[in-house]
């Protein structure tokens, strides 16, 4: 599965960002899907994910309440939408493919990472 991160750029705090991840060669929609970010020494942190369904998310606590995860099953695209972005937030973020149709944290396939900067 080659899957294609887009959307990320350099905002203020207090702005929002809509990140993009679409599938191509290969269809996920068995599979959860998740959000993923790194910064700079540090290894790469669970953001967020959504089942097969999409009708069940999860969020890490420093995103619950700013940052939601949809997916669109006939595009074959998860997203991330993020507000109330804090300069915290920034990283690289990177979109994932369940090996299960529920998050399981088992990685299946990763997409190449898209920057968010965020300035205070």
């Known amino acids: 599965v080659q899957l294609q991160a887009s959307g990320g750029g350099l905002v203020q705090a207090g702005d929002s960002l809509r990140l993009s991840c679409a599938a191509s060669r290969r269809t996920f929609t068995n599979n959860a899907l998740a959000w993923f970010r790194q910064t700079p020494g540090k290894e790469r942190e669970f953001v967020a994910a959504?089942?097969?369904?999409?009708?069940?998310?999860s969020y890490t606590d420093a995103v619950k309440g700013r940052f939601t995860i949809s997916r669109n099953k006939g595009a074959n695209t998860v997203y991330l939408q993020m507000n109330s972005l804090q300069p915290e937030d920034t990283a690289v973020y990177f979109c994932?493919?369940?090996?299960?149709?529920?998050?399981?944290?088992?990685?299946?396939?990763w997409g190449q990472g898209t920057l968010v900067t965020v300035s205070s």
């Open positions: 959504v089942d097969w369904s999409g009708g069940t998310t």
């Open positions: 994932a493919v369940d090996r299960r149709a529920v998050y399981s944290g088992s990685i299946q396939s």
